[in-house]
């Protein structure tokens, strides 16, 4: 992927080295009930989605990408009633930056 965007000159979001960082950071247990579906570990719920969804946007602002129409500050707005959050949602709004 790297190499494909070097040769073509086009940049690149590193979504491997992006949500490795966040996981790591998370820890084991809280990506594990927060982030993917606990029947395989490798697919996101909703809070997942919404968390790789915000680490893309500030990639791409931070890269130049679209930067003129991504607004990467607006808060996460989850609906805590439908989903167990646990401690990535406090009040109306993600605590994830």
Do not use: W
């Not at 809280?30 to 993917?36: D, L, N, S």
């Not at 130049?64 to 129409?69: A, F, T």
């Amino acid at each position: 992927m790297k190499n494909v965007a070097r040769q073509k000159k086009v940049p690149v979001v590193d979504m491997t080295a992006l949500t490795k960082e966040f996981v790591e950071d998370l820890g084991v247990d809280a990506t594990i009930q927060q982030i993917y579906l606990p029947t395989d570990g490798t697919h996101t719920q909703a809070t997942g989605a919404a968390c790789y969804t915000r680490i893309v946007a500030h990639d791409l602002v931070h890269q130049g990408i679209l930067s003129e129409y991504i607004d990467s500050e607006v808060p996460m707005v989850l609906n805590p009633t439908l989903l167990d959050f646990g401690t990535i949602y406090i009040g109306n709004e993600s605590t994830f930056k």
